[in-house]
């Protein structure tokens, strides 16, 4: 599926994120920034030591006691497609009585600020919290995409936003729910 918003191409596809040719992929990585499962567990064993190398410096620099819930820093992409790796902690799903959703959409809104501040073109998202944070999709994917309406409707530097997801069901919830959010007939 494609959208436009104020001449950004928002994609919604299935598919591997480390696969992606884009400018950065986002990883949905934990405060240690050491590497886990899932998403980020694959970008780290495709992309090779040299993200891990750059994750270690911004611990020891900016963020001695782990990055944030909602917070994003950017490492190169070693040996990925990608030019570069955000690297963003969103929250576990605690109920939706924690804050949640601020702090979910505060992880897209400040990978997409690092974005717009390298001037970069394309970013891929995947489904962040909805995996071993077991943030339930239906909720994450309306605050995924509505967050990525609103700074798409303010900022116009960006030209592409996709959002990778690793199963065709996932996808379709996706879909179901921009279809909802940007107000498209089916
Ligand atoms: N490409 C695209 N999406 C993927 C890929 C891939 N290669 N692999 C998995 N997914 P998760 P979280 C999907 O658990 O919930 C890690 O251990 C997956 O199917 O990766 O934010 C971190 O270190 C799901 O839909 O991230 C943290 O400790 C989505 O990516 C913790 O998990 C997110 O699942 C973060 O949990």
Same mark, same amino acid.
């Given at each position: 599926m494609e959208i436009e918003v104020n001449n950004c191409k928002i994609k919604i596809i299935e598919g591997d994120i480390t696969e992606q040719s884009v400018d950065a992929i986002v990883n949905a990585a934990n405060? =240690? &920034?050491?590497g886990g499962g899932g998403v980020d567990g694959a970008i780290h064993r495709k992309g090779g030591s040299k993200i891990l190398e750059e994750c270690k410096q911004i611990r020891a620099t900016l963020y001695p006691n782990g990055l944030p819930t909602g917070e994003a820093v950017i490492t190169s992409g070693g040996k &990925?497609? /990608?030019k570069y790796v955000i690297h963003t902690v969103g929250p576990i799903w605690k *109920? *939706?009585?924690?804050n949640e959703a601020e702090l979910l959409s505060n992880a897209y809104k400040n990978s997409l600020k690092i974005a717009k501040s390298r001037r970069l073109k394309s970013i891929a998202f995947p !489904?962040? !919290? =909805? *995996? /071993? #944070?077991? #943030?339930p999709i239906e909720k994450a994917s309306m605050v995924a995409l509505s967050t990525v309406k609103e700074f798409l409707e303010k900022e116009d530097e960006l030209e592409e936003v996709i959002f990778v997801l690793f199963s065709k069901k996932d996808l379709e919830i996706y879909e179901q729910k921009a279809i909802e959010i940007f107000g498209l007939s089916k």
């Open positions: 405060p =240690t &920034l050491m &990925l497609k /990608a *109920g *939706g009585n924690s !489904s962040i !919290s =909805t *995996g /071993a #944070y077991r #943030y």
